[in-house]
């Protein structure tokens, strides 16, 4: 049921990624993408739970092997002795969440990704990319990040000595802007970015404004 | 763009390891973005006159000629200027929106129904107490409470969620939210339903008439 309801979204949306109605079989960190373009906390949530200790070494783990952060700043985000609480959503979205506040989600078994208020407050914590002024509104507004976006003057990637490999979580700055606009996941690498130049490049998961950023307590 | 590079190097750097302490978010009180993407929000003109009236040295890093000059970047003259159009034609979209809202709020009723159930028991159904933005589980279990009786969420024929609450609590049900909404805070538990307009409820009785 909840893989139908993303597959709907998608060909509504008359797009060309075919959502996978068995996520079961092909676990994608990003199958059903724009997870929080429609979110609503009364009808998408499921349960909350705490999580078993264990599993939350495993998530502690994870995260400090994905993140550029170090036991001491994760520490300070996530004290030991807290237990975080998920929050199964629909479509096999986790939000965990610590005394309410969503700190990180994920989607099926994928990457976990921060919150843009969580990111904003640690801005390290993943790589980088840039999108120019004129895609700004289009991010906005939920689009996915073309490759143009980040190829043109106001756009920039990572030099190819430090470039990201497809399917690497990235935030999103902006031109002229001081804060991320929005976080997602790479689906070409950067090198090939410069040459192709056009289609999707970055899958946007989540971006100011949408329906997890209205989330502040759970 | 804060300094990534700079931060994450400066840690390894140090002996003793010390946590990176978060940077200070500031967002907007009116449409809680970060000020600087205010202007493609749905309500820049409210958004920057909160910030020059909260914070006026923001205002001017954001919102100054020479501001505006740089932000414009490499993007061309026609572009922004339709950003701007588009941004307008925004504004007011979503200021109709808020006006609809409110005029429904306005318009919506509550209406608490007395049901005579079998001749001297009766049950009391709360209805429409959502449009003011209450929490209808918390509500039924806070007048459960209070009447000592059962209060639940249920489904009614047309599939409108409604309160039913066991016996003839109705004019207790509206000194409650009378009192949830005198201003004075009330007593501790009520603040599930503030919010509510006293004058939106409507007393009804099903079956008989008798004085309320």
Known sequence: MADASCSRETKSRGR???????????????????????????????????????????????????????????????????????????????????????????????????????????????????VDRGA?????????????????????????????????????????????????????????????????AVESITYVGDDLWAIQKL | MATPATTADATPSQPEKQAIPPVQMFYCGVCTFPPEYCEFGDSLSKCK????????????????????KAKLGTISQEAQSKLEEDTAKKEAKAEAKADAARKKKLASQVIIKRIERNKRKYITSVRGLEAFGVDLKKAAKLFAQRFATGGSVTKNAAGIDEIVVQGDVSQEIYDMIVEANDG????????????????????????????E
């Open chain 1, 16 to 130: 060309a990624i075919e959502a996978d109605r068995d996520t079961h079989t092909q676990p994608s960190s990003s199958r059903c993408f724009r997870m929080f373009k429609k979110f609503q906390p009364s009808a998408d949530i499921a349960g909350q739970t705490t999580v078993k200790s264990s599993i939350q070494r495993g998530i502690r783990s994870a995260i400090l092997s994905s993140w550029k952060i170090d036991v001491e700043t994760l520490e300070e985000i996530w004290p030991k002795k807290e237990s975080i609480v998920h929050v199964k959503c629909r479509d096999h979205l986790s939000i965990y969440a610590l005394h309410g506040e969503p700190l990180f989600f994920q989607h099926f078994d994928g990457p976990y990704f921060p919150t843009l208020r969580l990111f904003h407050k640690y801005p390290f914590i993943l790589p980088h990319v840039r």
């Open chain 1, 136 to 200: 700004i509104r289009f991010l906005l507004a939920g689009a996915h990040m073309m490759c143009p976006g980040l190829t043109s003057a106001g756009g920039w990637l990572p030099p190819a000595d430090a470039a990201l490999p497809a399917g690497t979580p990235v935030a999103f700055d902006a031109e002229g802007k001081e804060f991320a606009v929005g976080i997602g996941i790479m689906k070409l690498g950067t090198e090939e970015m410069k040459v192709v130049k056009k289609g999707v």
């Open chain 2, 49 to 68: 006159e909160w910030l020059q009236a909260q914070h006026p040295d923001l205002y001017d890093k954001y919102y100054s000629d020479v501001a505006l």
């Open chain 2, 184 to 211: 004075k805070g009330g007593k501790k538990g009520l603040d599930v339903l503030k919010d509510v307009l006293v004058d939106n409820i409507e007393m009804v009785e099903e079956k008989r008439k008798k004085d």
